[in-house]
């Protein structure tokens, strides 16, 4: 693995711990600060699994209309240009919108027209991927983008064609599938500062190098710094996984944290054994 190991020795980061061991006895417990969090750790913010309206898989879908509306929903697309949509807005136009971001692989959610926390992180993904300011206002330059092809460059270009890619410098996350891109998620990696919890000290790094998964932990698990949901480890005790608290900055103990539904979707794509790429710094 091509870890920067000459930093994280200065700064004395131990990988074992800085996400946490085990709180209970055959449990894969991750450790990363979720705020909310009700006694024995369990946040009040959970995935919801009962979607109202499941996203439209079908060549097509995500184009801004609503599948078999008609002529009238195919102006809802046409509505949601000629205005900006922003975080709390309801309607026809934050359904197309996550429609649009869902055929772009940035949103898992549901496709309830609610412009809610976990549709404003797939915008976020979707600008951060196409070098736009993240913002939660969706604007002419969002709709453009859905218009545009787009191939991003890997940060691995020979690498498996199944692995996972996290961009430190863009606080992005990529799952490949038959080298192509089934998941793009913002996420918030370690915040790079020394911390002292309970008694014990450590760094908050994400470690640069080339990884595997080497541990799974499906569901909510507790530990001395946190919750964490739906953990994939792939350095000792670090994990990608979803959280209640995925800020527009790098604020993890060195944890990769991704939005709680898009968490669900990266569970089920990634598997033991996967190879787990991270690349460059945060500034």
Known sequence: MRIKLQRMAALGVTMAVTC???????????????????????PDSRPDSRPDSRPDSRPGAGA??????????????????????????????????????????????????????????AVWALQKNRRMMPKGAVGPEVWRAFERQHRRRPLVPHGAADRVEINLRDQLL?????????????????????????????????????????????????GRLGSMFNSLYFVGGIAMHGSTQVPLRPASHGCVRVPLATSKRLYELVRLGEPVHVRGKTV
């Open 20 to 42: 946490g061991v085990p709180a209970v006895a055959g449990a894969d417990t991750g450790r990363d600060t979720v705020a909310g969090a009700r006694p024995g750790g369990r």
């Open 174 to 222: 990529t799952v490949y599938r038959d080298r192509k891109p089934a998941l793009i998620s913002h996420i918030s990696s370690g915040a790079e500062v020394r911390y002292c919890e309970g008694g014990r000290c450590g760094n908050a790094i994400t470690p640069v190098g080339d990884f595997r998964v080497s541990r799974r932990a499906p569901g909510w698990t507790t």
């Open 64 to 121: 801004g209309t609503v599948t078999g509306a008609g002529a009238s929903m195919r102006r809802t697309a046409a509505d949601a240009r000629a205005h900006v949509l922003r975080p709390g807005d309801r309607g026809e136009a934050v359904r197309a919108l996550q429609r649009r971001l869902h055929a772009g692989r940035y949103y898992f959610g549901r496709i309830n027209g609610v412009y809610d926390e976990q549709t404003k992180f």
